[in-house]
């Protein structure tokens, strides 16, 4: 893949990114809010509605993937099960246990986590079927 090609690709990807970020929030909000949810099942309920839309941003829009959903999907849902943990740890290890300022948690959950998601989405999860790794 060329470097202009990655890219675009990186763009698409940070774009799924930001605009699952945004929806989540606005649904978290808005079940809590206006919808008298508890926080954390609206939390919950708004991160797997986010989940699904992230699956398809990033499998049609982003990596144009042609694999299929039966090997696309549970690849995908481990390495977000993964990221998931690792945001919801972060906090705990780098706040509460090392004692680091909370900026230090949020820039690695916001950052590290999808780099790492990016790499893993690219070279296991959605890479089309048949298709050459890039060198």
């Known amino acids: 893949m060329s470097t202009v090609a990655r890219l675009a690709q990186l763009m698409r990807f940070g774009l799924v990114g930001a605009s699952c970020s945004v929806l989540y929030a606005g649904l978290a909000w808005?079940?809590?809010?206006?919808?008298?949810?508890?926080a954390i099942g609206a939390?919950?309920?708004?991160?797997?509605?986010?989940g699904v839309c992230s699956y398809?941003?990033?499998k049609l829009f982003t990596f144009r993937s042609a694999a299929p959903?039966?090997?696309?999907l549970p690849?995908?849902?481990?390495?977000?099960?993964?990221?998931?943990?690792?945001?919801?740890?972060?906090p705990m290890l780098l706040t509460d246990w090392m004692r680091l300022p909370p900026l230090v948690a949020i820039?690695?959950?916001?950052?590290v986590v999808p780099a790492i998601n990016y790499g893993?989405?690219?070279?296991?999860?959605f890479r089309r079927a048949g298709r050459a790794p890039a060198r």
């Open 120 to 125: 893993v989405f690219s070279l296991l999860v």
């Open 30 to 38: 808005s079940l809590t809010v206006l919808g008298g949810l508890p």
């Open 69 to 72: 959903h039966a090997e696309a």
């Open 43 to 50: 939390s919950v309920f708004a991160y797997a509605i986010c």
């Open 107 to 111: 820039v690695f959950a916001g950052a």
């Open 56 to 58: 398809f941003g990033q």
């Open 75 to 90: 690849r995908f849902l481990a390495v977000f099960l993964v990221g998931v943990s690792v945001a919801a740890l972060a």
